[in-house]
């Protein structure tokens, strides 16, 4: 067979080709990270298979070592790990290997300094290159085989040829002709800042020549998870946070390091993000951020055994000396050692917010902002850490003066008045909606606080949320409202006018009789005519839009039409009514009555035009002086 091969690139890389030579002229020294990171899975790879397979030997040390050539204008990075066979190779370098370079194309904006902070945020890997490079020479060999080694060569333009060669052992070696207006990357010092910049946490060593020309260690090579929380500066969970987990640019809000030693034998180092990432809300992209070690060994990204999906928003690196290093996902999901870390990573990380929200109260406003509504899936999943969830919520509230002013549960029961027993909460779609509900009214005159629940997921938690330290949480809109001890006078008042108003009642019942199931004189208004409530076992009404919006079906449920004794419109209506009990205008005035109070709710009247064929009729009425 002949050895010497020459082939085309895919079309999708030829694309991602030619943007990295004509259109992005800014961090060009990522080029040296994404080299140096795939050298590293490279490394990882082959140790992960030296575990299960005999045929792979992994040499005594594990590295890389990186030499530059300032007259040849090269710089050459070469490791001793898995390497690639002919197939691999064409695989690999031939087509865009990851998802991150597809999402990479499609994000790209045209505007050269915005896609180049697009290439340091995905990394879009091995063609970034073409840079700096007016060609690439790739020597590598793969672990375990017998076979040849391969050289790959390329100018990045559209093909690429292959040939068999010669190297000792297994293998890569990337050399980069730099091109001429990029020969300061064939500088050792620059080449050390770089990797000093970008690649300082690589756990493999990585050697460059010092002066002397004798190869050195340039990076810090024990784990930063592994050393003493006291030896570890600020900066360097900072650094490490941008370099080995995707930080973004953005600092993360808190680091959360442990050393466990004892029963249990781990390190971890985690972080909360500042920022939710890409898809954090949808659920089939519940992708979680840590990643597993056994024994310094890299076994897996997004390791979802670790944390349970309502902490799926930390990020960070575990540790584990118990595991065994040949553990599948398969024997994660039932391991009983994993569980023990599991459960001592969600009380670390619990009690890590709680103390953020003490502490920090404006840090943690960021938080509960950005993952308060995924956190809050805890009170559903997660029954054993149910109370500490519950210390960590925050509400907006009626008495809190603007959006970002938030309240706990236990801040609220602390400042209840000291006749109240339950704690109250509306539901609505926004603070702006809720805050004019009518329903608050009442509330509102007796200075009782009421928690505004308006995050699409409450309507679902509230059912986990029964109590707090024995009070009952209740709906102010739901059923018939029994403000205990706290509405005595309103209740006697209501029950006496109950009986005056009792013809009208009856009459207002008759003309909406297609819409609601009753009317009734309320306790819960001071300036609105009227309100709606749910029947007393009935969905709230805001669960009700929620599923239609969801394409579910909804059982009709009619509602109850709370009517307010003291407004004048009600008075007028009841001494209309007694003179003329069949006035057709009344039946208007229910109507716009009715439709008022769906308005009110931040509701679509059923017929609106009809409703204001009928407002325009009653304005028409009105005689000028
Ligand atoms: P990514 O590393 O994200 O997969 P790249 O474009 O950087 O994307 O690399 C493509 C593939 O080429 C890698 O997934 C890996 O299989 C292979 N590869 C790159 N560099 C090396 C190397 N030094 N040793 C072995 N394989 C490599």
């Known amino acids: 067979m002949s050895t010497r091969q020459s082939m085309e690139f895919r079309a999708e890389a030829k694309q991602l080709l030619h943007l990295m030579t004509h259109s992005l002229y800014s961090h060009k020294e990522v080029f040296l990270r994404e080299l140096v990171s795939n050298a590293s899975d490279a490394l990882d790879k082959l140790r992960f298979e030296s575990l299960t397979n005999s045929a792979i030997k992994a040499d005594a040390e594990l590295a890389m070592r990186i030499t530059v050539n300032a007259d040849e204008k090269t710089v050459t990075i070469s490791d001793n790990g ?190 909360i993000p500042s920022q939710p990432p890409f898809g954090l809300f949808t659920s089939f992209e519940r992708r979680h951020g840590v990643k597993l070690y056994v024994k310094r060994v890299f076994i897996m990204d997004e390791c979802k055994e670790l944390l349970p999906d309502y902490l799926r928003f930390v990020r960070g690196v575990v540790d584990s000396e118990d595991l065994p290093l040949n553990v599948s996902r398969e024997i994660l999901q039932k391991n009983a050692i994993m569980e023990r870390i599991s459960r001592a990573l969600v009380s670390k990380t619990l009690g890590r917010l709680k103390e953020m929200a003490e502490s920090d109260p404006k840090s943690y406003g960021e938080f509960w902002k950005n993952f308060g509504p995924v956190l809050k899936e805890g009170l559903h999943t997660d029954y054993e850490n149910r109370e500490k969830i519950q210390e960590l919520l925050r509400f907006q509230s009626s008495m809190g003066d603007s959006a970002d002013d938030l309240v706990s549960l236990k801040q609220y029961v602390g400042r209840m008045r000291d006749d109240q027993s339950d704690i109250y909460y509306i539901t609505g779609e926004s603070r702006d909606i809720v805050q004019k509900s009518p329903h608050l009214e009442v509330f509102r005159s007796k200075s009782i606080e009421v928690l505004y629940l308006v995050d699409p997921i409450d309507e679902w938690i509230i059912n986990d949320l029964q109590s707090f330290e024995g009070k009952s949480l209740k709906s102010i809109t739901g059923g018939a409202l029994d403000l205990g001890a706290l509405g005595k006078e309103e209740e006697e008042k209501r029950e006496k006018a109950q009986g005056e108003l009792r013809n009208l009642s009856e009459r207002i019942k008759n003309i909406l009789a297609d819409s609601i199931e009753d009317v009734r004189v309320t306790a819960r208004l001071k300036d609105s005519p009227a309100c709606l409530v749910s029947g007393d076992h009935a969905l709230g009404a805001h669960a009700e839009k929620l599923m239609k919006a969801m394409g579910q079906d909804v059982p009709v449920s009619k509602r109850i039409l709370e009517i307010n004794a003291d407004h004048p419109i009600i008075r007028n209506m009841n001494a209309r009514f007694e003179k003329a009990p069949t006035d057709p205008d009344l039946e208007q005035w229910v109507m716009l009555l009715y439709d008022g109070a769906m308005i009110a709710e931040g509701r679509m009247v059923a017929d609106p035009l009809a409703y204001s064929k009928r407002v325009n009729e009653m304005l028409a009425k009105i005689s000028m002086p």
């Open 82 to 271: 898995i390497g690639m066979n002919r197939e691999e190779i064409i695989d690999n370098l031939g087509t865009i290997a990851r998802s991150g370079s597809k999402a990479f194309l499609e994000k790209m904006t045209g505007n050269d300094k915005a896609d180049s902070n697009l290439i340091g945020q995905f990394g879009v890997g091995f063609y970034s290159v073409f840079m700096v490079a007016e060609k690439v020479r790739v020597i590598t060999k793969r672990a375990g085989s017998d076979g040849t080694a391969i050289v790959w060569e390329s100018d990045g333009v559209s093909s690429y040829t292959i040939n068999d060669t010669e190297r000792d052992g297994h293998g890569t070696d990337v050399v980069v002709y730099l091109k001429d207006e990029e020969k300061e990357f064939a500088q050792a010092w620059q080449v050390r800042s770089l990797i000093k910049k970008y690649s300082d946490f690589i756990v493999f060593p990585i050697y460059l020549p010092n002066d002397k020309g004798e190869a050195e260690v340039v990076n810090q090579t024990k784990p930063i998870w592994r050393r003493a929380a006291s030896e570890v500066t600020a900066e360097q969970y900072d650094e490490f946070y941008q370099q080995a987990l995707g930080g973004l640019g953005q600092k993360p809000l808190c680091s959360l390091h442990t050393n466990a030693e004892g029963v249990l034998e781990y390190s971890s180092l985690l972080y």
